[in-house]
C-alpha cells in the first residue's frame, strides 16, 4: 500500500514537515524547469559555481539548493562535485526513454499554481486552473507539454494493460481520446493481430502521425478525429478508456460508457481505467489525484468501482471484472453481450 505523507501523534515535527511538504516537491520541480539534471547527465558531477554558470542562474541560492535534492536522493554530492542519482538519470533526464519529467513539468505549470487555490475550490466547486483545456490544446508548445505528461503516464502502464488483458480475440481495438496513441502502441506492439484506432480531437492528429511513424506503427495504428460529446465512437472489438473518466461529471461518465456499450460488435469489451477510490482508503494517493480533478476540471473527479459498475450496468455490460493496474489505478474489464 502507497502512503501519504502522515502526522505522528508523538513528534509535533512532522506536523510542520507536512505542511512545508511543497517546498521539497517544488525544488524538484525547479531542477526540471532550469534542466539541472539534463545537464548533470552530459557533463556531471559538476561543481555549485559551475552549475551556476551553465544554467544561468545566481550563485547565492544555489549550494543550498543543490544540497536540498541531495537530501531527497534527487542528487549525489562528493569532491568532484553534484551528479544525479541513479534514479533521476534513469526517470528525469529527457532524453532518457523512460523519462517521467513529462507528467512533472505540466504538474509545474499547472497543479502547483491551481493547488495555492485549494481553499477557494473548496468554498465555490470551481476549477482554478488558469489553463482551459480546449484553449490550451489550440497552443502548440502547451499541448507537447500535455502529451508529454500523458506519455510518461502510459510508459508505465501501457505494458501492464498489453499483458492484463486477454487480447486474443480482437481485432481491433479503439482508444478513446488516446492523444497521440503511445498508450495504445504498448498494446498493438506485444498483440501483432491487432489494429488500433485512436479517437481523439483533431489537434492531435499531427503529433498522432509524428509519434506512430517514430515506432513504426503506421500500418497498423490510425487516427480518427472527433469529440464523444458529439460524435459516435468508431466501431471495435474493444474499447480503451483510461484517464478519461475522471475528468468528467457522472452523467458524462455514463454518456460514454453508453457510447462505447453502442461501438462494440457484439461480445466485445470495454477496458476503463482509472485511479479509483475505495472506502478503505488503500489509495490515498488517489485522493490527491481527486482534488487535481476539482482544481483543473470543470465536473472531474476520481470516482469508486462500484460506482462505475453502475454506468456498465445501466449500459447493458456484463461480467465485469476488476485488478489493480500500474502504481495505483484500477481496471475494469466489461462485456457486450454477444448477439442472440
Not at 562528493?78 to 532518457?96: C, K
Not at 466547486?125 to 497552443?139: F, H, L, P, V
Request: hydrophobic share 40%; net charge negative.
Amino acid at each position: 500500500m502507497t502512503t501519504t505523507l502522515t502526522i505522528n501523534d508523538r513528534d509535533p515535527q512532522s506536523i510542520l514537515r507536512l505542511g512545508t511538504a511543497f517546498c521539497e516537491a517544488k525544488a524538484l520541480l525547479t531542477g526540471l524547469e532550469v534542466r539541472l539534471f539534463d545537464h548533470l547527465h552530459e557533463a556531471g558531477p559538476l561543481a555549485a559555481a559551475a552549475i551556476a554558470e551553465r544554467l544561468s542562474l545566481h550563485l547565492r541560492g544555489v549550494p543550498h539548493f543543490l544540497d536540498l535534492l541531495v537530501t531527497m536522493n534527487v542528487l549525489t554530492r562528493s569532491e568532484d562535485g553534484y551528479a544525479n542519482s541513479p534514479a533521476t538519470d534513469r526517470y528525469l533526464v529527457r532524453s532518457e526513454p523512460s523519462y517521467l519529467g513529462g507528467f512533472l513539468e505540466r504538474a509545474n505549470h499547472n497543479l502547483y499554481p491551481a493547488w495555492g487555490r485549494l481553499g477557494e475550490a473548496l468554498r465555490t466547486g470551481r476549477q482554478q486552473s488558469a489553463a482551459d483545456y480546449r484553449e490550451m490544446i489550440k497552443n502548440p508548445r502547451a499541448l507537447r507539454r500535455f502529451l508529454d505528461m500523458m506519455d510518461a503516464l502510459t510508459n508505465r502502464i501501457g505494458p501492464e494493460l498489453a499483458d492484463a488483458v486477454d487480447w486474443s480475440e480482437v481485432r481491433t481495438v479503439v482508444d478513446v481520446g488516446g492523444a497521440r496513441g503511445n498508450l495504445l502502441s504498448h498494446v498493438v506492439k506485444a498483440n501483432p493481430h491487432l489494429s488500433g484506432i485512436v479517437f481523439d480531437l483533431p489537434e492531435d492528429a499531427e503529433p498522432f502521425a509524428e509519434h506512430v511513424a517514430a515506432l513504426g506503427l503506421t500500418e497498423r495504428m490510425r487516427f480518427e478525429p472527433g469529440s464523444f460529446f458529439t460524435d459516435p465512437l468508431p466501431a471495435a472489438d474493444a474499447v480503451v478508456i483510461g484517464h478519461v473518466l475522471h475528468d468528467w461529471s457522472p452523467q458524462e461518465r455514463a454518456m460514454l460508457v453508453g457510447k462505447a456499450f453502442e461501438a462494440l460488435t457484439p461480445g466485445g469489451f470495454l477496458v476503463i481505467y482509472d485511479p479509483m477510490v475505495d472506502h478503505e482508503l488503500s489509495h490515498p494517493e488517489n485522493l490527491v489525484v481527486s482534488l487535481d480533478m476539482l482544481l483543473t476540471t470543470d465536473g472531474g473527479s476520481e470516482y469508486s468501482p462500484e460506482e462505475a459498475r453502475g454506468w456498465l450496468r445501466d449500459a447493458g455490460f456484463v461480467s465485469v471484472t476488476e485488478r489493480p493496474l500500474a502504481d495505483s489505478d484500477t481496471l475494469l474489464v466489461a462485456r457486450k453481450p454477444a448477439a442472440a
